[in-house]
């Protein structure tokens, strides 16, 4: 059921799987501030986050970057970019919201600063300011439709805006009719809202785009368990975990199905669950389903 969020700005910064879901995660990509320093080429390398450098690795090169100054506010308001996202690789939240307010304040017209800020604002919780800042980036650059949109319905979809969260699925779908990831998000939107036979028609066309996803395959068993097929939702859930044993929404979906068909198996699965994520039965509440 994993919504994933990514967000990409001038160049390219993404946040990947935010929560929306049970099957939650998260992963950042890079804003890359195009030509950066000619000077320090291999600093800049770093810092953008390639060949896999290591989000300490990022901090320590941008601050190189950073406190060496002579650099156009721009490629500043880049190395801020950078080291913002690689703050919030390492889970240095407020830090990284500090870099972002510095991104800003040296180029208020850069989008990829909002979306990086906002990113920081759903893994906080504060979805208002993260949609504040979506609407910013859009406004800035609004031909980004297939990240700033994407991420924007998956925050209106984590915010209960279900409406909102369809209607700007629809929008990445309408660019990008090949975006697995937004049938996928649209899906538990519409679950989520009651929609579950137009909810499930949508799941099937991301598994058909990415077929044997364990996020896709949880998210159709969690349509089909609130359509009360109970067969089929254990068919989902156990093909998930079948790539991902650790799956917690998964496990508790399963352990739901089994128990309403008379499987005691059902506990056991529901209390593995809850052993890797304690709030997985009030997540499934949330969503309607008990």
């Excluded at 364990?214 to 939702?233: E, I, P």
Aim: hydrophobic share 45%.
């Amino acid at each position: 059921m994993r919504n994933a969020l990514r967000i990409a700005g001038a160049a390219l910064l993404a946040l990947a799987l935010l929560p929306a879901g049970p099957a939650a995660s998260q992963s950042f990509l890079k804003f890359i501030p195009g030509m950066g320093s000619t000077e320090s080429p291999d600093l800049w390398k770093v810092c953008e986050g390639q060949e896999g450098a290591a989000p300490d690795k990022r901090i320590e090169a941008c601050t190189v970057l950073i406190d060496a100054g002579g650099e156009t506010d721009a490629v500043l308001a880049g190395a801020y970019v950078n080291r913002g996202s690689a703050l919030t690789d390492s889970g240095e939240l407020d830090r990284a919201i500090q870099d972002f307010n510095k991104a800003v304040a040296h180029d208020g017209k850069l989008a990829a600063a909002y979306a990086g800020r906002a990113a920081v604002f759903v893994a906080k919780g504060q979805l208002d300011f993260a949609i504040l800042d979506l609407n910013q980036a859009i406004k800035l650059n609004p031909k980004n439709l297939d990240t700033y949109y994407f991420n924007r319905g998956t925050t209106y979809s984590m915010a209960g805006q279900y409406d909102k969260a369809v209607a700007d699925f629809d929008q990445v779908i309408r660019v990008n009719p090949k975006s697995s990831a937004a049938f996928n998000n649209r899906c538990f939107a519409r679950a989520k809202a009651g929609q579950a036979q137009a909810a499930l028609a949508d799941c099937e066309q991301a598994l058909q785009l990415r077929p044997y996803d364990a996020d896709y395959l949880d998210t159709r068993g969690f349509v089909n368990l609130k359509l009360g097929q109970l067969d089929r939702a254990m068919s989902d859930y156990s093909d998930a975990l079948d790539i991902n044993p650790k799956l917690p929404s998964s496990l508790y979906g399963r352990g739901m199905a089994r128990l309403k068909k008379g499987d005691k198996r059902g506990s056991a699965d529901i209390a593995a669950a809850k052993a890797i994520n304690a709030d997985i039965a009030a997540q499934f509440a949330r969503y309607g389903v008990k």
